[in-house]
């Protein structure tokens, strides 16, 4: 997998890491049905080529790093569906193989010279319950039998052939502790670490991000830190926060368009932040964030405009 070094001489040469966006965000701009349980993941079967094909318009919006259709995927949550534990094996390894092929044919295509990473997406738990828990991370279980339900996917993905594992929308210290046991299991596997915040320091499950940051710093193998499913207003406070604490990891941000999810009618309310994310995107990486991006209801219309009007400030600041 990646090391801390190759990724850090990528962000001194380019400046940052353009992230790409909502990958369930783009797929409903197309018109598939994401309402059942497995959300995204569940085009791995149905439609593995619409999931292709999403990540190819994010490269060509000026991406630099596809996270990959894993993130609501989980052995047990395949199996309530219907497939075996091999098949749903099979269908968490699809999702990292439609990343790297969308992005072989986007080198083969543009002859770009430096290959976008893949970064192997890993949700929290109650990302797979489809209940609304990934918000505030009291899942009402034991942190042992959190990890058994985490190790088998964490398993298939560390070994997957991705550049890197996002361990993303974290709601909870605790989890997030689970997490990073987890990975030393597999010591050659990379990660970064984004946790979900309910405002402009604490995560959804009300821990200072200061206090997680500073959990997670002896952890050689997280080469980044932050936040992403998070409101763009937020992320100044929270990159603030995590360089409160001195942490030598990189910045990772990618927030959403700033509405809110009601679970139980399955539809996104409130008003659309997106102008802010594009805007204020320059803001975030003069604090520090150095892998930007977006994420739900964040397509790849406007992480083209984010890197349009990012990439002429970096270019300043770095020469």
């Known amino acids: 997998m990646l090391s801390c070094r190759t990724l850090a001489k990528r962000i001194t040469k380019y400046g940052w890491l353009p992230l790409d966006g909502g ?3 783009a797929l409903e701009e197309q018109g598939y049905d994401l309402s059942d349980h497995l959300w995204s993941a569940g085009l791995l079967s149905r439609n593995p080529e619409a999931v292709k094909a999403v990540h190819r318009r994010y490269l060509a919006a000026g991406a630099r790093c596809l996270i990959t259709a894993s993130y609501q995927a989980s052995i047990p949550g395949f199996q309530a569906a219907g497939f075996s534990k091999q098949e749903a094996g099979d269908l ?3 999702s990292v193989q439609l990343a790297i092929e969308a992005r072989d044919d986007f080198l083969l295509a543009s002859g770009y010279g ?3 990473l893949v970064a192997a997406s890993i949700g929290p738990y109650g990302a797979c319950l489809a209940d609304g ?11 042992l039998d959190l990890a058994e339900f985490h190790r088998e996917r964490f398993r298939i993905l560390a070994q997957s052939g991705a550049d890197l594992l996002a361990c993303e929308t974290i709601p909870s210290l605790e989890e ?3 997490l990073s046991k987890l990975l030393e299991e597999f010591p050659r596997a990379r990660a970064w670490f984004s946790f979900s915040c309910c405002d402009s320091h604490r995560l959804n499950d009300g821990t200072p991000l200061a206090e997680a940051v500073t959990a997670l710093g002896d ?4 080469l980044a830190i932050g936040v992403n499913c998070t409101a763009p207003q937020h992320v100044n406070g929270l990159i603030k926060e995590i360089k409160s604490v001195n942490s030598d990891k990189l910045i990772v941000v990618y927030p959403n368009s700033g509405e809110a999810w009601d679970h139980q009618k399955r539809r996104w309310v409130s008003e659309s932040d997106r102008d802010s994310l594009v805007q204020t995107a320059g803001e975030w990486w003069r604090a520090g964030a150095r892998l930007i991006g977006g994420c739900c209801r964040v397509g790849p219309a406007q992480i083209r405009e984010l890197i349009a009007g990012l990439s002429p400030v970096i270019k300043k600041s770095v020469g």
């Open 23 to 25: 990958l369930a965000t």
């Open 92 to 94: 968490i390894r699809r």
């Open 114 to 116: 430096v290959s976008p």
């Open 133 to 143: 828990s990934e918000y505030h991370g009291k899942y009402g279980i034991s942190d």
């Open 176 to 178: 997030a502790l689970v």
């Open 219 to 222: 952890c050689d193998q997280i």
